[in-house]
T-cell receptor, first 116, second 113 residues
Framework: AQSVTQLDSHVSVSEGTPVLLRCNYSSSYSPSLFWYVQHPNKGLQLLLKYTSAATLVKGINGFEAEFKKSETSFHLTKPSAHMSDAAEYFCVVSDRGRNAGNMLTFGGGTRLMVKP | EAGVTQFPSHSVIEKGQTVTLRCDPISGHDNLYWYRRVMGKEIKFLLHFVKESKQDESGMPNNRFLAERTGGTYSTLKVQPAELEDSGVYFC???????????FGQGTRLTVV
């Protein structure tokens, strides 16, 4: 079984300050981990993914995430927030077991607000 | 290249009526997935097609939901009869294979009144 917990439902930062969105997961197998973003009236867009290569993963728009197996965490960070980063972010896990890559399990989402 | 498209973008129906949602995946993608987000809850997996076959339908909530993918191209998700608790956003995604990136559509917002 797999599950994802996003520790904050809402995060508010000022433009130009760092962003930290927290995610913890549980998985029975070696997981693949993803972060997706959804801007208003848009579909879910993949930001980055971890699939057992480097533990520090760089994504689009300056975002990155670090896989920490000992802490079962996959937190998303960005050094400097832009207004355009305001959106809802989803941490997602997929077991690479029998059903590898098929079913995605989503966290509850974190809505990021960026203040000018 | 066109992405995953879903129709309609919004639908408001009365309890007891029937609604059919459509998803057109990216051309050539054999894998098609349906997900749903009920208000205030997580996005949940509904089912997975590989071409026209249902690979996994463990997330389908009950027999009021029927998904089809005739010819392995577009897919439909029919809700009959709709209940109030079916309200939410229904997402479709497609991918070229297991473990590859899943591309999502914009979703269909279904409201049952």
């Amino acid at each position: 079984a797999q599950s994802v917990t996003q520790l904050d439902s809402h995060v508010s930062v000022s433009e130009g300050t760092p962003v930290l969105l927290r995610c913890n997961y549980s998985s029975s197998y070696s997981p693949s981990l993803f972060w997706y973003v959804q801007h208003p009236n848009k579909g879910l867009q993949l930001l980055l993914k971890y699939t057992s290569a480097a533990t520090l993963v760089k994504g689009i728009n300056g975002f990155e995430a670090e896989f920490k197996k000992s802490e079962t965490s996959f937190h998303l960070t960005k050094p400097s927030a832009h207004m355009s980063d305001a959106a809802e972010y989803f941490c997602v896990v997929s077991d690479r077991g029998r059903n590898a890559g098929n079913m995605l399990t989503f966290g509850g989402g974190t809505r990021l607000m960026v203040k000018p | 290249e066109a992405g995953v498209t879903q129709f309609p973008s919004h639908s408001v129906i009365e309890k007891g009526q029937t609604v059919t949602l459509r998803c057109d995946p990216i051309s050539g993608h054999d894998n098609l997935y349906w997900y749903r987000r009920v208000m205030g809850k997580e996005i949940k997996f509904l089912l997975h097609f590989v071409k026209e076959s249902k690979q996994d339908e463990s997330g389908m909530p009950n027999n009021r939901f029927l998904a089809e993918r005739t010819g392995g191209t577009y897919s439909t998700l029919k809700v009959q009869p709709a209940e109030l608790e079916d309200s939410g956003v229904y997402f479709c995604a497609s991918s070229s294979g297991p473990g590859t990136e899943a591309f999502f559509g914009q979703g269909t917002r279904l409201t049952v009144v």
